[in-house]
């Protein structure tokens, strides 16, 4: 059972299997290896997932005995609440939360006033009233190093564990006493180099927690390769990309990532998505004073977008002055064209929204997650370079 070996990895105490983040056929394997018959794994995935449930004593329809057992051979969870922190703007709430092994990561809690997302709800069950979404974390820290992400200024400590991506969302539900009906994989780190257990972890969500696949969104930095992946599994999870710019030097500058995965190379894989799939891609534009604002720029946006059928999420830069990045990340400024840039989007016949800040007062809004340096010390920063391999640097 590979995924509850990863998982005993990052549980404290000795040998025990972390079962959060089991799928249904995981559990049913698991307890019949400590002697219960497999509908105990039926019972104990509605009890994490649809009831949130953290003790195997709160478990009551198991019996007694039984919880014993599991208590003698597994955990539940891991994730330790560090600090809650609250926007007086618009109340949006930012989670810390420690790891196992001493790591942190944040979670962004967004309400429906904070209109982090204008999707058109209709047919999904949920008004507009209801709806929250949570913003969590794939990755501690970050290898692709975007220039307007504070995450990437992290470098990268390692991947989460299903659990730990999954726990964010109950830990979240629980704390605010409300049902989470959207989640987006836009925390810290890039979904698409941890593909295995995100992909379980929404669907956990979705079979487990009746969060919808169609409110679900991945955002990549444009990891080819992983969008091919979707296509080829025809992932019903909405698709998100960080584009910013349709031109090759601009956006390599912006996010180096597209050394790896060249527009070109970008663009067929979005094609081959579109084709597999029928569902439209998100592309994802901030707009940077005198570097991707020209006339130019827009005229190439408009082409590359023109591509297969998409939607265009224009959205605000968030200052990430508090990490002190260096070289182009320091001398960014958002456009002051950007109402003009929106306009001839539209012009053009294409689906535009204007997502407004979720969060910014706390430092809890898009690209700005990060966490203390400290937590650094002793792991191992991984970065990848521009021709796909990775580097590994001793951390002080």
């Known amino acids: 059972m590979e995924v509850g070996a990863e998982a005993t990895l990052h549980t404290r105490g000795a040998q025990l299997v972390n079962l959060l983040g089991l799928n249904r056929g995981e559990l049913r394997a698991f307890v019949e290896t400590v002697g219960e018959r497999?509908?105990?794994?039926?019972?104990?995935?509605?009890?994490?997932?649809?009831?949130?449930?953290?003790?195997?004593?709160?478990?009551?329809?198991i019996a007694r005995d039984a919880r014993a057992r599991l208590a003698r051979t597994a955990s539940i969870g891991g994730l330790i609440p560090v600090t809650r922190t609250l926007s007086s703007a618009d109340g949006t709430t930012k989670f810390l939360f420690e790891l196992a092994d001493g790591l942190q990561i944040e979670s962004v809690c967004i309400p429906p006033a904070a209109r982090f997302d204008t999707d058109d709800e209709r047919g999904a069950g949920v008004t507009q009233r209801e709806r929250l979404t949570l913003c969590v974390s794939t990755q501690v820290g970050c290898p692709l190093a975007c220039a307007f992400c504070a995450t990437g200024t992290m470098g990268f400590l390692r991947n989460l564990t299903v659990g730990e991506i999954v726990e964010q969302v109950l830990q979240v539900r629980r704390a605010v006493g409300r049902r989470i009906t959207n989640v987006v994989f836009m925390g810290m780190g890039e979904p698409m180099l941890n593909y295995e257990r995100v992909m379980q972890a929404a669907e956990i969500m979705t079979d487990g927690m009746e969060i919808a696949a169609r409110r679900i969104t991945l955002s990549t930095a444009g990891w080819g390769d992983g969008i091919l992946r979707m296509a080829e599994?025809?992932?019903?999870?909405?698709?998100?990309?960080?584009?910013?710019s349709a031109v090759e030097d601009t956006r390599v500058r912006l996010?180096?990532?597209?050394?790896?995965?060249?527009?070109?190379?970008?663009?067929?894989?979005?094609?081959?998505?579109?084709?597999?799939?029928?569902?439209r891609v998100t592309y994802e534009c901030i707009f940077f004073d005198a570097v991707n604002d020209r006339t130019d720029d827009i005229r190439r946006l408009i082409t590359f977008a023109r591509?297969?059928?998409?939607?265009?999420?224009?959205?605000?830069?968030?200052?990430?002055?508090?990490?002190?990045?260096?070289?182009?990340?320091?001398?960014?400024?958002?456009?002051?064209?950007?109402?003009?840039?929106?306009?001839?989007?539209r012009k053009a016949n294409l689906t535009v929204m204007v997502r407004s800040s979720a969060g910014e007062d706390i430092a809890a809004a898009c690209g700005q997650l990060a966490v203390d340096e400290r937590q650094r010390h002793q792991h191992v920063q991984t970065h990848i370079r521009h021709d796909g391999r990775t580097t590994r640097d001793n951390m002080t």
């Open 307 to 345: 591509t297969v059928p998409c939607k265009i999420n224009v959205i605000p830069y968030h200052s990430i002055a508090f990490r002190k990045p260096e070289g182009l990340a320091a001398s960014l400024r958002p456009s002051a064209r950007t109402g003009q840039i929106v306009d001839a989007l």
């Open 38 to 61: 497999s509908y105990r794994g039926d019972q104990i995935y509605r009890w994490l997932y649809a009831r949130g449930v953290m003790s195997f004593d709160l478990m009551t329809d």
């Open 233 to 244: 599994e025809r992932r019903r999870i909405k698709l998100a990309i960080s584009l910013h």
């Open 255 to 279: 996010m180096p990532v597209t050394r790896r995965f060249p527009l070109p190379k970008l663009l067929d894989a979005v094609k081959r998505y579109y084709a597999a799939t029928g569902m």
